[in-house]
């Protein structure tokens, strides 16, 4: 591993597949290569002013009706997220360019008010990081996640979040009101518990102990918490499934999720570079298992199975899951949130 560049998911910039040229800078020729080493990848933020906020995906598997993602782009580095394909969007590219250069909505707060002010708004359970984790290192900058959910409980509209990181007990203050009212379901995302393979796979987000302790928290505040054991991959992570899920139950969750690795798009060739610098002695194996989840193909975009996947590996992972469920989350379930308190303009409830 020589030439794996630390810190980083993606090892290359992949070409933009929506552009006709592409821009490589000039290394000075071979000779240079010692003297001046090819510069450490720095993350930039480039603010932008979308003029909507709420995405309403017609997705027919994907478990929500609308969401928020104050930024394009994460930090995390995350090298299997299925997100990396829409940087591309952007001009950007889906390998180093995903995880360090971030787009970030700053008017995201004023657009969601002018639509909750809207006459034709209709309160729906609006899903924070349905693309890119909304509690990313730039969070503590920008600060667009907290005034988004303050909005949310001012007009009381749900919300559901999931994320990796444990910034969200920074917002505790406004989170436990949101779930006194039941107006709040938090998933915290472990795909893991060795150390060693999350920092490959996820190197910059944090522990697994973090985030267990993060879910705890959350629970003791009275906040439903759930775990998100996504994605499996097969022979690297899928063994851990009882263990994640015995230890989410121990500190609180009140339910757990997955999806099996699909490798759409840019993620493909970004994914298989990865895996064959980081585990080379089993990559060809993982990617074939990855292709028998899914119809003999590293890409799935089926609806009702992309997500889960089909075929023996995949009902090896889920029969693995469902009996982790059964054994450490007997009788627990996600609560179910209300959209009846929804308050037009945020106006104060005078018997309230």
């Known amino acids: 591993m020589s030439d794996y560049r630390k810190g980083r998911g993606a090892?290359?910039?992949?070409?933009?597949?929506?552009?006709?040229?592409?821009?490589?800078?000039?290394?000075?020729g071979d000779a240079f290569d010692d003297d001046f080493p090819a510069p450490t990848v720095k993350t930039q933020f480039f603010e932008e002013t979308p003029k909507q906020i709420i995405s309403r995906p017609n997705s027919p598997d994907i478990g929500f009706q609308a969401s928020i993602n104050p930024y394009q782009g994460c930090e995390h580095g995350c090298i299997y997220c299925y997100a990396r394909s829409t940087h591309e969007y952007w001009g950007f590219s889906a390998g180093l360019d995903?995880?360090?250069?971030?787009?970030?909505?700053?008017?995201?707060?004023?657009?969601?008010?002018?639509?909750?002010?809207?006459?034709?708004?209709?309160?729906?359970?609006?899903?924070?990081?349905?693309?890119?984790?909304?509690?990313?290192?730039?969070?503590?900058?920008?600060?667009?996640?907290?005034?988004?959910?303050a909005l949310c409980l001012r007009y009381r509209n749900p919300v559901t979040i999931i994320t990796k990181n444990a910034l969200i007990l920074?917002?505790?203050?406004?989170?436990?009101?949101?779930?006194?009212?039941?107006?709040?379901?938090?998933?915290?995302?472990?795909?893991?518990?060795?150390?060693?393979?999350?920092?490959?796979?996820?190197?910059?987000?944090?522990?697994a102990a973090q985030r267990?302790?993060?879910?705890?928290?959350?629970?003791?505040?009275?906040?439903?918490?759930?775990?998100?054991?996504?994605?499996?991959?097969?022979?690297?992570?899928?063994h851990e499934i009882p263990k994640l899920v015995e230890q989410a139950a121990g500190q609180g969750?009140?339910?757990?999720?997955?999806?099996?690795?699909?490798?759409?798009?840019?993620?493909g060739p970004l994914f298989t570079d990865w895996l064959k610098k980081a585990f080379p002695d089993r990559a060809d194996r993982i990617l074939n298992q990855i292709a028998d989840c899914h119809g003999g193909q590293l890409t799935d975009s089926r609806f009702k199975t992309r997500m889960s996947g089909e075929g023996a590996y995949a009902n090896h992972i889920a029969q693995l899951h469902r009996i982790a469920c059964q054994k450490y989350l007997a009788n627990r379930k996600p609560v179910e949130l209300t959209t009846t308190l929804f308050r037009p303009a945020g106006q104060l409830d005078l018997f309230n």
């Open 11 to 28: 090892q290359f910039n992949l070409a933009n597949s929506f552009l006709a040229h592409q821009y490589e800078p000039d290394n000075l």
């Open 170 to 207: 920074r917002d505790l203050d406004i989170l436990k009101p949101l779930a006194e009212l039941n107006l709040v379901n938090v998933a915290i995302t472990i795909t893991t518990l060795n150390e060693s393979l999350r920092l490959l796979m996820e190197p910059r987000t944090v522990t």
């Open 212 to 238: 267990l302790k993060t879910m705890g928290a959350l629970h003791q505040a009275g906040v439903p918490v759930g775990i998100m054991t996504a994605p499996i991959i097969p022979s690297l992570n899928d």
């Open 98 to 149: 995903f995880e360090s250069k971030i787009m970030v909505k700053k008017n995201a707060p004023a657009l969601l008010e002018k639509q909750f002010q809207s006459r034709t708004y209709k309160p729906v359970t609006i899903h924070f990081s349905g693309n890119t984790d909304c509690y990313q290192p730039a969070e503590r900058t920008y600060q667009l996640t907290r005034q988004i959910l």
């Open 253 to 267: 969750a009140c339910w757990a999720a997955y999806t099996v690795v699909r490798l759409n798009g840019a993620l």
